[in-house]
């Protein structure tokens, strides 16, 4: 897709994963190759949950969740997370090196299905 915002030209790819039913994460889903940026588009939810984003090197491979810089401390990483009332919003997640294969986590069971849009993009 071709989006033009204040004259700037943004080429995105959107992506889409789903948590079915009192399921705790989405399939695989294959970005094709790794971007610069990611965004997760949170629907409304009616099981509020914490959700974080899973990332492996490989298809089939071992999903581990993203980390992100502690901003309260110089050396430590903590898990990424999207807290559980950021529903109806799009969130931006931190660079993962390039990897290319992708899962939703929730960290409780979902009452209800749950479908993400997944926005990449190299743009700057």
């Known amino acids: 897709r071709r989006v033009t915002k204040r004259g700037i030209s943004m080429y ?15 399939a695989e ?18 099981s509020n949950s ?12 071992t999903y581990r969740r993203l980390v992100e810089k502690d901003p ?5 990483s903590v898990d990424y997370q999207i807290n559980s009332a950021t529903t109806n919003r799009i969130v931006a997640c931190p660079p993962a090196g390039g990897l ?12 209800a299905a749950v479908a993400f849009k997944i926005i990449c993009s190299d743009d700057n």
């Open 100 to 111: 290319r294969f992708l899962k939703m986590e929730s960290v409780a069971v979902l009452s």
């Open 50 to 61: 914490t959700l974080h984003v899973q990332v492996a090197n490989a298809s089939g491979g």
């Open 29 to 46: 889903v294959n970005l094709g190759k790794g971007f610069k940026n990611v965004w997760v588009e949170v629907p409304t939810m009616t």
């Open 72 to 76: 309260a401390s110089a050396a430590a």
């Open 12 to 26: 995105h790819t959107v992506f889409d994963a789903t948590i079915s039913s009192f399921a705790t994460s989405s």
